[in-house]
Protein backbone atom coordinates (compact mmCIF):
# COMPACT_ATOMS: atom_id res chain seq x y z
CA UNK A 1 0.00 0.00 0.00
CA UNK A 2 1.26 3.42 -1.12
CA UNK A 3 1.21 6.31 1.16
CA UNK A 4 0.76 10.06 0.71
CA UNK A 5 1.27 12.91 2.61
CA UNK A 6 -1.02 15.16 3.60
CA UNK A 7 0.87 18.17 1.64
CA UNK A 8 0.34 15.39 -1.62
CA UNK A 9 -3.11 14.76 -1.01
CA UNK A 10 -3.98 18.88 -0.51
CA UNK A 11 -2.26 19.78 -3.64
CA UNK A 12 -3.97 16.98 -5.76
CA UNK A 13 -7.25 18.52 -4.42
CA UNK A 14 -5.85 22.16 -5.16
CA UNK A 15 -5.36 20.80 -8.89
CA UNK A 16 -8.85 19.69 -9.40
CA UNK A 17 -10.13 23.18 -8.55
CA UNK A 18 -10.43 26.66 -9.85
CA UNK A 19 -9.76 28.31 -6.42
CA UNK A 20 -11.36 31.82 -5.34
CA UNK A 21 -9.95 34.78 -3.73
CA UNK A 22 -11.23 36.72 -1.00
CA UNK A 23 -11.21 40.03 -4.12
CA UNK A 24 -13.18 37.68 -5.79
CA UNK A 25 -15.97 36.70 -3.42
CA UNK A 26 -18.37 39.34 -4.54
CA UNK A 27 -18.83 38.07 -7.88
CA UNK A 28 -19.11 34.41 -6.89
CA UNK A 29 -22.18 35.43 -5.00
CA UNK A 30 -23.54 37.79 -7.87
CA UNK A 31 -23.79 35.26 -10.09
CA UNK A 32 -25.47 32.95 -7.39
CA UNK A 33 -22.87 31.07 -6.26
CA UNK A 34 -23.79 29.18 -2.72
CA UNK A 35 -21.36 30.10 0.31
CA UNK A 36 -21.06 26.96 2.73
CA UNK A 37 -18.49 27.38 6.30
CA UNK A 38 -17.72 23.93 7.26
CA UNK A 39 -16.13 25.42 10.19
CA UNK A 40 -17.18 23.46 13.76
CA UNK A 41 -19.50 26.00 15.73
CA UNK A 42 -16.84 25.87 18.54
CA UNK A 43 -14.65 27.75 15.70
CA UNK A 44 -17.15 29.60 14.70
CA UNK A 45 -18.17 31.35 18.19
CA UNK A 46 -14.50 32.10 18.58
CA UNK A 47 -13.61 33.34 15.04
CA UNK A 48 -17.03 34.55 14.17
CA UNK A 49 -19.80 33.81 12.06
CA UNK A 50 -19.87 34.39 8.09
CA UNK A 51 -22.87 36.36 6.91
CA UNK A 52 -25.03 34.84 4.17
CA UNK A 53 -23.09 31.45 4.31
CA UNK A 54 -25.03 28.28 4.83
CA UNK A 55 -23.33 26.27 7.56
CA UNK A 56 -22.93 22.62 7.03
CA UNK A 57 -20.28 21.32 9.52
CA UNK A 58 -17.94 19.13 7.71
CA UNK A 59 -18.71 15.87 8.87
CA UNK A 60 -22.01 15.94 7.07
CA UNK A 61 -20.99 18.00 3.82
CA UNK A 62 -21.10 15.32 1.10
CA UNK A 63 -24.47 14.00 2.44
CA UNK A 64 -25.96 17.19 2.20
CA UNK A 65 -24.77 18.51 -1.20
CA UNK A 66 -24.96 15.32 -3.28
CA UNK A 67 -27.79 15.88 -5.43
CA UNK A 68 -28.41 12.42 -5.44
CA UNK A 69 -28.71 11.83 -1.15
CA UNK A 70 -31.89 11.10 0.79
CA UNK A 71 -30.10 13.53 3.17
CA UNK A 72 -29.80 16.65 0.82
CA UNK A 73 -30.69 19.78 1.22
CA UNK A 74 -33.05 21.22 -1.36
CA UNK A 75 -30.23 23.15 -2.32
CA UNK A 76 -28.71 20.81 -3.76
CA UNK A 77 -31.37 20.24 -6.39
CA UNK A 78 -28.45 19.47 -9.30
CA UNK A 79 -25.03 18.89 -10.01
CA UNK A 80 -24.63 22.25 -11.51
CA UNK A 81 -24.77 24.56 -8.48
CA UNK A 82 -21.47 26.65 -7.50
CA UNK A 83 -20.88 26.17 -3.97
CA UNK A 84 -17.54 27.85 -2.81
CA UNK A 85 -16.71 25.62 0.81
CA UNK A 86 -15.24 28.13 3.65
CA UNK A 87 -13.08 27.07 6.66
CA UNK A 88 -10.67 28.70 8.30
CA UNK A 89 -7.72 29.46 6.53
CA UNK A 90 -8.27 27.42 3.32
CA UNK A 91 -6.75 24.25 3.97
CA UNK A 92 -9.78 21.70 5.11
CA UNK A 93 -11.72 23.81 2.81
CA UNK A 94 -9.81 22.46 -0.52
CA UNK A 95 -9.86 18.98 0.19
CA UNK A 96 -13.68 19.11 1.01
CA UNK A 97 -14.45 20.85 -2.03
CA UNK A 98 -12.45 18.18 -3.94
CA UNK A 99 -14.69 15.31 -2.48
CA UNK A 100 -17.61 17.20 -3.76
CA UNK A 101 -16.07 17.37 -6.78
CA UNK A 102 -15.34 13.73 -6.94
CA UNK A 103 -19.52 13.21 -6.33
CA UNK A 104 -19.84 15.36 -9.78
CA UNK A 105 -20.50 18.59 -8.54
CA UNK A 106 -17.85 20.10 -11.13
CA UNK A 107 -18.52 24.11 -9.94
CA UNK A 108 -16.87 23.29 -6.31
CA UNK A 109 -14.21 25.10 -5.25
CA UNK A 110 -13.23 27.24 -1.84
CA UNK A 111 -11.98 30.07 -1.10
CA UNK A 112 -8.18 30.89 -0.84
CA UNK A 113 -7.17 31.75 3.12
CA UNK A 114 -10.65 30.83 4.16
CA UNK A 115 -12.74 32.53 6.50
CA UNK A 116 -9.30 34.75 7.87
CA UNK A 117 -8.49 35.68 4.18
CA UNK A 118 -11.84 37.67 4.16
CA UNK A 119 -11.65 39.25 7.61
CA UNK A 120 -7.81 40.58 6.74
CA UNK A 121 -9.13 41.50 3.63
CA UNK A 122 -11.86 43.49 5.63
CA UNK A 123 -14.63 42.07 2.86
CA UNK A 124 -16.57 39.95 5.66
CA UNK A 125 -19.50 41.86 4.32
CA UNK A 126 -18.78 41.16 1.19
CA UNK A 127 -20.18 37.68 1.87
CA UNK A 128 -23.70 39.54 3.42
CA UNK A 129 -24.65 39.88 -0.68
CA UNK A 130 -25.55 36.35 -0.68
CA UNK A 131 -28.92 34.60 0.31
CA UNK A 132 -29.49 34.02 3.95
CA UNK A 133 -29.81 30.81 4.88
CA UNK A 134 -32.05 29.44 7.79
CA UNK A 135 -29.30 28.36 10.93
CA UNK A 136 -30.94 24.95 11.11
CA UNK A 137 -31.12 21.93 8.84
CA UNK A 138 -34.39 21.02 8.99
CA UNK A 139 -36.07 23.67 7.08
CA UNK A 140 -33.29 22.96 4.20
CA UNK A 141 -33.50 19.15 3.90
CA UNK A 142 -35.68 17.97 1.41
CA UNK A 143 -36.54 14.17 1.84
Known sequence: MTHVTIDRMLDEARATLTRIYAFELPQAVERGAVL???RPQAQRVKEGTLPGALVIERNVLEWRLDPTSSAR???AANHDVEWVVVCSEGYTSSL???S???L???RATDLVG???ALKAA???SAAAGAPHFARTMGDLVSL
Open 96 to 98: AAA
Open 104 to 106: GLH
Open 100 to 102: LQR
Open 73 to 75: LAL
Open 36 to 38: VDI
Open 114 to 116: GYQ
Open 122 to 124: GLL
